[in-house]
């Protein structure tokens, strides 16, 4: 397992990183933290119950500070019960990947950290982190932001080579990826008490059970509890697994029209329509609003070897879409009236990789959520897509013989 190294030198001067370590779970004293704003600076005043391990940096485009914790119990707070500054226009708080939270301020202007210091009291062991930012120009703002390069960070935290298994009767197993959309920080729709982030994480190991009963299969998911994982590495983590496949879970809600029924999206430059393309942005969105640094990142459709790998794969992306699609429906459960449809979401940008995105339904459809909610209903769903894979998997198979041939 890569694990990630944190010893680091605390930074108190004009810096774009600094981290420093203790151990242990920490609890946030909502009442005796704040953001306020002192004279021409920023000062974020986070007390905590003991010292944890911590880094800090700031992000660009768009300007936020970001806090990372090993870990704390944000409890039932609201973020903005923190934020008494002028200068600050939001604050987010979550889990961010395993073991360790997350904490986002997005800022109004280029402020960068003056001073980062975390304080312990030598009597009870609490701790105060003091992060003073000072206004500065855009110019050195960006200069001085950018994710820490911290080894292992934003590699699958557990990931590893895999090994081709195979079953009882010798035959190889078809090692599939699922992909529950959001978690940690970023909670996904929410609607009437239901969080898609939990939904999805519910329903992907509800799947997993069904795929590992029907035999054949194996299964790896991307997270495996409330833990925030960037669209990269949800990507990575299928290459690491040397998955067969990946199918990512949502079930998001729109604000604008109507959308009911199971959908399947594949990768496309272009969206099949306007609906997909907004429904593409917001969910690649969250990387950013989760505070990941996505400067200086190219564009993977562009690079002409992976356009030639996709040839191949997209057509065996759609064959999964419509496969995925007719075994929902076989089970008399509800599909989109365009069931299919395309949009460049970043988790399907796998050259190699099979992938198709599936809508399970929408929050904001007061049938869908019914359905979302009801054990029978995702027990009879998970049934449709483990027998489309199946099916898929045969055909896939035997293309595949014939372009040997």
Not at 10 to 20: D, F, S, W
Not at 142 to 161: D, I, Q
Not at 356 to 373: A, H, I, K, M
Request: one cysteine or more.
């Amino acid at each position: 397992m890569i694990r990630i190294c944190l010893a680091f030198m605390a930074c108190v001067c004009c810096c774009a990183v600094v981290a420093q370590e203790y151990s242990g779970l920490a609890r946030l004293d909502v009442a005796a933290s704040k953001i306020s704003d002192r004279g021409r600076t920023v000062v974020l005043d986070l007390k905590l119950s003991q010292g944890v391990p911590y880094r800090a940096f700031t992000l660009d485009a768009p300007r936020r500070l970001v806090l990372d914790f090993r870990e704390v119990d944000w409890g039932d707070m609201a973020p903005r019960e923190l934020d008494r500054s002028d200068r600050i226009s939001n604050v987010r708080v979550g889990g961010f990947r395993p073991g360790w939270s997350r904490m986002v301020v997005d800022l109004d202007g280029p402020y960068l950290m003056q001073t980062t210091a975390m304080h312990i009291d030598d009597t009870n062991g609490s701790a105060t982190l003091e992060v003073v930012l000072r206004q500065g120009e855009a110019e050195e703002f960006a200069a001085h932001s950018g994710a820490p390069a911290m080894p292992g960070w934003e590699l699958p935290e557990g990931a590893s080579a895999a090994k081709v298994k195979t079953g009882r009767s010798g035959e190889r197993l078809i090692r599939v990826v699922l992909d529950p959309g959001h978690g940690g920080i970023d909670p996904g729709a929410e609607k009437e008490g239901a969080v898609e982030k939990e939904l999805m994480l519910s329903f992907a190991r509800e799947l997993k059970e069904t795929l590992i009963r029907a035999g054949g299969f194996e299964v790896v998911l991307t997270r495996e509890d409330d833990s925030f994982v960037s669209l990269d590495r949800r990507v990575a983590i299928a290459h690491q697994v040397e998955g067969d496949l990946l199918i990512s879970l949502h079930a998001d809600a729109v604000t604008e029209g109507q959308a009911t029924g199971v959908t399947a999206y594949v990768l496309s430059e272009s969206a099949s329509d306007k609906a997909s393309a907004a429904l593409a942005e917001r969910h690649d969105r969250s990387d950013i609003l989760a505070g990941i640094d996505l400067s200086g990142t190219d564009d993977v459709v562009a690079d002409v070897l992976i356009d030639l790998a996709r040839q191949e794969t997209m057509p065996r992306a759609m064959l999964l879409s419509e496969a995925l699609i007719l075994g929902i429906g076989e089970y008399g459960l509800p599909v989109n009236s365009r069931p299919i449809r395309a949009a460049g979401f970043s988790v399907l940008k796998s050259p190699d990789i099979p992938s198709v995105l599936l809508e399970l339904g929408f929050l904001s459809s007061p049938r869908d959520l019914e359905n979302l909610t009801d054990a029978k209903w995702r027990g009879d769903l998970a049934q449709g897509i483990a027998d489309a894979i199946k099916a898929w998997s045969i055909a896939d198979a035997a293309a595949a013989e014939l372009v040997r041939q």
